[in-house]
């Protein structure tokens, strides 16, 4: 018989099982997307050594969360791509870090886990797992949300944004002269600061316009108001730019900074995703099998299957 025909008799039988199902299940029990893939690609085997590999590996896992519980994979994300391309000195976004950051906490947690404990022929896997707690807590220190880079994440960074945090107080002190000023409230369509265009402003009714001097940089949908910049804070507001600009700049060099980091590491972090997965993978067999209440076959020499234990 042909291979190929082999092949589809094989994928015959799989489809009459429903083996897909079964794979579904597994793959709902895993923790991480990468190991759920791994769940639903998976086949039958044939190669008795093969089989004896599977089945010791998810009776260790039950061992192990049998007596310590299960271990947190905490939904790992796929950093292969970003890693490689920060070994080619490629700047991550604080996405990319911040996922790289939570693969290193995982990694370091699964090695914590598996310390002291029996781990059978799972030992091997956990002894690949290579934490890194500097680049781990740099980012972290750095990075606090997608959107959030820390003040302190560098002393350049900190003291611009406490030059910015001044700025932005002298501006709306000199503004706030005109909300309170009597004199003005008859020409201020409104009694607020607002901002336009990145700069501040006030809105000014648009018949009055010519009564304070400054830039306009909108106007109302109905063309009522005017927001303007009055010239008194247009240097102010000058400055203020810049050092906006200057902010974004530091955060550049930062995450090129952290980028650099994950660079030098970047092997070791391909290899601890793949080994995470794999442990997830497994782990997820393990909870498949608590919940199937099954056992480990025994498998003869001959390939006879018997239950252990029976």
């Not at 002291?116 to 707690?133: D, H, Q």
Request: charged residues 25%; neutral net charge.
């Amino acid at each position: 018989m042909l291979y190929k025909d082999i092949m589809k008799d094989f994928s015959a039988a799989c489809r009459t099982l429903e083996f897909y199902k079964i794979t579904e299940m597994l793959a709902s029990m895993c923790a991480t997307s990468g190991g759920a893939s791994l769940c639903r690609s998976l086949q039958p085997s044939s190669d008795i050594d093969e089989v004896r590999i599977r089945q010791t590996q998810t009776t260790d896992a039950k061992s192990m969360t049998a007596s310590a519980g299960s271990p947190s994979f905490g939904g790992v994300a796929d950093i292969t791509a970003c890693a490689d391309r920060a070994g080619k000195g490629a700047s991550l976004s604080a996405r990319e870090l911040i996922e790289v950051g939570d693969l290193l906490n995982v990694t370091a947690r699964l090695c914590s886990y598996a310390d002291g404990k029996s781990a059978g022929s799972l030992e091997e896997l956990f002894s690949r797992l290579v934490p890194n707690k500097n680049v781990e807590n740099r980012i972290k220190r750095a990075i606090l949300s997608e959107d959030t880079i820390a003040d302190d994440a560098s002393v350049r960074l900190a003291e611009i944004r406490r030059s910015i945090r001044n700025a932005n107080s002298r501006i709306r002190d000199i503004l706030q002269k005109y909300i309170t000023d009597n004199s003005y409230s008859k020409i201020l369509q409104d009694n607020i600061v607002t901002m336009r265009n990145g700069r501040f402003v006030i809105p000014v009714k648009s018949e009055h316009k010519n009564e304070i001097k400054g830039l306009v940089h909108d106007t109302s949908s109905s063309g009522a108001t005017l927001f303007i910049e009055p010239l008194s804070v247009v240097e102010q507001n000058n400055a203020l730019r810049e050092l906006e600009s200057a902010q974004a700049k530091e955060i550049e060099r930062i995450l090129a900074e952290l980028s650099a980091l994950v660079g030098g590491i970047s092997t070791t972090l391909i290899y601890n995703y793949l080994t995470i997965t794999e442990l997830a993978f497994i782990f997820a067999k393990a909870e498949l099998s608590w919940k199937m209440k099954a056992v480990e076959p025994f498998l003869s020499e001959n390939g006879r299957t018997e239950l252990s234990g029976a």
